[in-house]
């Protein structure tokens, strides 16, 4: 596990805050298999991520069984990338660049939604986005609720040289295991 330089970090958290558009969130459903989606969710302060969703999503179910996630941002390749050397293929392509956030969600509470909701609703507004509907305090806390994803580890690809990546924890792994998982590690897995 390698954490990047400052400048990578912000190149990254550009591309993310600038560029990306939607992300997709993946959770697990019941019997434990990837479930991803494509949804707006916004890059805070040390790689924390800020989800904001209509109650109805069965994501919500999924994060209160199991509240391990990965929001991933991925888009095109970075200017003057190369990939002089792949490591197993030679696709012809360069490597997209990608931004993944490994995490445990937290569920906000109304006031907190609010407040996470009126700000990028603000900012949207600022830059013309306004086709979205507008909703007051009381339509946010009946129809929307607020997840907050704790990072865990963090994945930048694309935005060094070539294909480097780098990989490193920055959080604490949650202690609880989900049920059925309590087989052994995947030889060779990290």
Known sequence: MSR????VVARAESF?????GFAQVTTLDADGYPVSR?????LAHGFAVELVQRRVHRRLEQLAFNPRLLVTWVGAPAPGVTNERPHVFD???LPARAVMVRGSAEVMDDDWTWQVYSRHRTEHLARGQD?????NRDQVAADLVGVRVHPFRIRLE?????????????GRPLDRRPPGQ???PIQGAP
């Open 4 to 7: 990047p330089p400052a400048d």
């Open 182 to 184: 309590d087989r052994p």
């Open 38 to 42: 494509s949804m707006t969710a916004f």
């Open 131 to 135: 086709r979205a509907p507008s909703r």
């Open 91 to 93: 696709l012809g392509r």
């Open 16 to 20: 993310v805050r600038e560029e990306a």
């Open 158 to 170: 694309g935005f060094a040289v070539g294909a480097q990546s780098f990989d490193w924890r920055i």
